[in-house]
């Protein structure tokens, strides 16, 4: 139909690695970080990976998105879930 939708969710996160992807906001990492901490106590995760912060970039052109499509798929191939913060 092309309309978007929303990506398959895994029943359980057990065995799964849990990619973690911060915004340029300090408390981002922080609400992550902890969050990455509740689902290794909870879960038998395989790994967790706290990505590096998205800067906030100057855009000449097109839009933040495309600035970050090589670093988001890398993280594609390297996890089976991503979890996304936004602090302030």
Same mark, same amino acid.
């Given at each position: 139909?092309? /309309?978007? $939708?929303? /990506? ?5 996160? #057990?065995?799964? %690695? %849990? ?5 340029? $906001? ?6 992550? +970080?902890? =969050?990455?901490?509740? =689902?290794?106590? $909870?879960? +038998? =995760?395989?790994? %967790? ?5 998205? $800067?906030? =970039?100057?855009? +000449?052109?097109?839009?933040?998105? !495309? ?5 988001? !798929?890398?993280? @594609?191939? +390297?996890? #089976? @879930? %991503?979890?996304? /913060?936004?602090? #302030?």
């Amino acid at each position: 139909s092309g /309309a978007s $939708r929303l /990506a398959p969710r895994p029943a359980t996160l #057990d065995g799964k %690695v %849990v990619g973690l992807l911060p915004n340029w $906001r300090p408390s981002a990492i922080h609400i992550l +970080r902890s =969050l990455g901490d509740l =689902l290794q106590e $909870r879960y +038998r =995760l395989k790994a %967790v990976i706290m990505e590096q912060p998205v $800067r906030e =970039l100057p855009l +000449r052109a097109g839009k933040l998105l !495309d600035t970050m499509k090589e670093q988001l !798929d890398s993280l @594609v191939g +390297r996890v #089976d @879930v %991503v979890i996304t /913060a936004s602090g #302030d």
